[in-house]
Every structure is written in structure tokens, then in C-alpha cells.
DNA sequence: GTGCTCTTGTGAACGCCGTTAACTACACCG
DNA sequence: CGGTGTAGTTAACGGCGTTCACAAGAGCAC
């Protein structure tokens, strides 16, 4: 398969060895702990070893967030499997909670990932940014399309979203039909419409709310279950859309 | 007034210098160069003086959270004056694009304050934590009781909440009434029901959740201008809530 | 096999950081 | 005036990201 040189064999693994270790700190200590010097000496390697893998902490940091947010879809898809194909609303509901859970359990990862000042001019390394988000969105538009698919009608009609926000959301719905029939479902455009993508972006805002509210501690009293609150929130969401 | 000596006023003075030039560290280059050696510096003295006025550096960044939020509580109010006093909603509007233009405006303040992983087991301090979201929530609260004392009706009836949550949204309620009585506003128990309280937690899940997408960049799709976005998620809460 | 090159690592160094300890200068108080 | 306590100093420790010059060795051409 792929006829790799030894050296790039070695170079591999090392790379592996380097994020993993870079990942067990940032779960154990947190972000701050993810020291170059650090990892190094766990790998009984200097730190300026290190720079032949990754041109400064910055970039390495980057490359984490990405195997965190590819850890993350897989927890998804996981606790998806053991679903019945059609039993969409239990879907959702699924990565819904298994979203909050990985939040909760991995605070650190979470705040890296979807609570980090967003560099301003990053937008052109489609890699990072964009690729990061791939592989959770995925999952999670993956989902929307099986529930789509079902013909269980979204319920905001179209001519109800406002003219300015409509170019942007007809590119997220054509990116979302792209997303959906790549993972086999077959969806007509009718079934999509970008009342139904105006939908699906408030259910990001409020399961985001809610969850960075309870990782962060930022409820406006304090809470000493925040988990049915969590499963009424999810009620109201999944009502109001109209599943 | 305050009789202090010659003392305590340069103290007080020294003090106000060290969290001024915080901020302006904060604001122009991120949490990270809140440094107590820059601090110093621009102050021109060394160091180790800070620690005659801070127990270490956390100890200034925690003081400075609370001077972010003091502010941000006293923008929101200012731009609160300018409305008629019958103007509930309007009111209302106000505070929440006040609060949008703010954390835009000082994203690092904004994930300082408001998205930065909780110390677990830091509530004893009633000071810190509890001070801090005081002094902000206690604007935003108080035009809730303004829109409240009128006579609106926010629309969800007391028993659907769900069991588990009223223990907790009771004593959320009991502070509410507090907060407004003591700002001069007359309500009775039965304005305020523990729907009520549920309520204004998901104005603030979905309020907060908006924004923070917005700092940390994470809305699903690119987003040519989020104001629109903003404004539009703004109409559909204020009329989901029953305004 | 010999020699060249490119890769991967090392060690020393620079300048930053938080923090501690010993010490100085000086305002305040009796 | 002398004593006390405060606000500042300097020096130092260990840790950090990063750079640079250099060594060891793999891979490859001849």
C-alpha cells in the first residue's frame, strides 16, 4: 500500500508519539501545560528536536486541535451505531448529549477548540480552520441529512429568513447537501431549503449556548444539576424545530 | 469623606496605574501579555513590587475580571439612559446589542470573563465570582424587572417547567426580585413565576451562545456580515419569549 | 566501499516569564 | 529622636519558546 521509506516510517511515528504526548498534558494539565520543553522530555528528546516536526508551539497547538475535533466525530459516530437507522430523532438527540458529555469530560479540548479568539486574517489555509470543523460537522450534518431525508419537515418556511442572510445560508445548505449525498443519502433540493439551513444554525447557537454555559460555569445562578437542565433545553430545541 | 493618610492614597493611586496598564495590555495583545514584568515596566518599576499590591498574578487577573465586568456593566448602562423610561423592549434590545458590540469590541476581555474554564472548586470567595457577574448581571436584571413590572407577560406558565429545575430556578427567581426591588421597581411574587425565571435562562443560553460564536468564529458556515445574523436572531428571541 | 547529502538530533545561548529572598530607603508614629 | 512598617530594590532560581552551530548517521550515487 503505501511504500514508505523507512525514514519516513520513523518520522511518522515520531510525529505520533509527539501529539500524543502533547494531548495527554493538555487533558492532564490543561492548554498551559503543553509545553514544548515538556513534551520533549517526556519523549526523552530535547525541545529544539521538536522544531524539525513543527515550525513553532502555535503550529503544533493547531495540529491538535485538529486530532481533537477528530476525536471528538468519532466519539459521535460511536454512540451513533448502536442506533436503529431510522430512529432519527433519538440521532440527534444522541451527539446532541454525547456533544455535552465530551465537553464536559475534556474541557480543556473544548476550550481550545470552540472557545479560542478566532486569528483574524487565518482564513486562507483551508486546512486548519475549515478541515478542523469537517470532521465534527460532518457528523453532525450527517445526522441533519438522515433526519431531512426522512421527510420530517424543518419548520421554518423560507420567505420567513431575512434577504441579507440569505447568500450565506444558501451556501451553507448547497455545503450541506454536498456533506449529505457524499455520505450516501440521497436528498432532493426541495427537502433542504434554506429556511430548513436558518433551522439548523439556531440548533448550533442554542446546544452551543448551553454547553459552553455549563463548561464555563456562566449560568446565572448557581446550578446544582445542571444535567436535567441540559435535557429540558434539549426538549424545548428539538419541539421548537419541530421534530 | 474618606479621611485616608498620605499613605493609603498613593497606595490606591499605584494600585489604579498597575490594573490601568493591565487593560491596556489585555486589550491591545491578548490575555497573554498581561505580563507582571511588562506591568512593570511601562510603570517603570520592577517586578517584584507588584507583589506588594498582588499575591501573584492570578490574583491581579482575577481583580481585573472584576474591573472588565464593572465596565461592561456600566457601557450597557450608559446606553440604557438614552431610551424612555416606558420603553421596556426597547430596553431590552439595548442591552443585548450593547452586550454583542462589547464582546466584539474586546474579545479578550470577553473570553477572560466570560469563557474561561471555571476554577472548580473556587466558591468560597463569594467576592470573585460572584461579584463579578453581579455587577453585570444586575443591568440586565434590572430591565428585566422593568419589562416585568409592566405588566408583559413572559409567556411560559409555571408548570411546565420541569420538577427537577424549580429548586434551583426558585432561588434564580428569589434573587431576581431582590435585585429588582432593591433598584426601586415594585413587583410582586406573581409577576415573577418560576416559568419566568426558565425563561430568561434561555434568553440568556441563546443570547449568550449567539455572541460567543461570533468572537470565537464558530458559526457552521463563512458569514459575510453577522450583524444581520445578530439582529435576526435578536427578533426571533424577543418574540419567542413573548415580547 | 567511498564519499556526498540530507535528515534528525544535541548543546549552548538569548531573552522572556513568575516567584522568592535579602536588603535598602523612607514615611509615619510615639 | 528612635522604632516600625511599607514600598521599593537587586539577585537569583527554574521554566518557557526559539535560534544557531554543530555532530551523528541514514540513503544514495558512483
Redesign the interface.
Known sequence: MTQATRRERDRAATDREIRQQARSLLVDD?PAAVTLRAIARELGITAPALYRYYSSREDLIEHLRADVCADLAAELAGGLSALAETDHVGQVLTVCRGFRRWALAH??EF?LV?????PPGV?CPVSA?EQV?DSF?RI??TVAGRVLANGLPITRPDHD??E??V???T??RD?LLLTITESGVDLGADQLGVGTAYV???F???????V??E???????????AE??F???LT?LVR?VGL
Not at 114 to 118: C, E, M
Not at 204 to 210: A, E, I, N, S
Not at 215 to 225: A, H, L, M, R, Y
Open positions: 490543561g474541557p480543556q476550550t470552540f472557545a479560542s479568539p478566532s482564513h480552520q470543523r460537522g453532525f450534518l429568513v431575512p441579507v442572510l447568500a450565506d445560508l451556501h451553507f455545503e439548523m444554525l439556531q448550533w447557537v442554542r446546544l452551543y449556548g448551553q459552553a454555559l463548561v464555563f460555569g456562566q449560568f446565572p445562578f448557581p446550578v446544582s444539576d436535567p437542565l435535557e429540558s433545553m424545548d421548537d
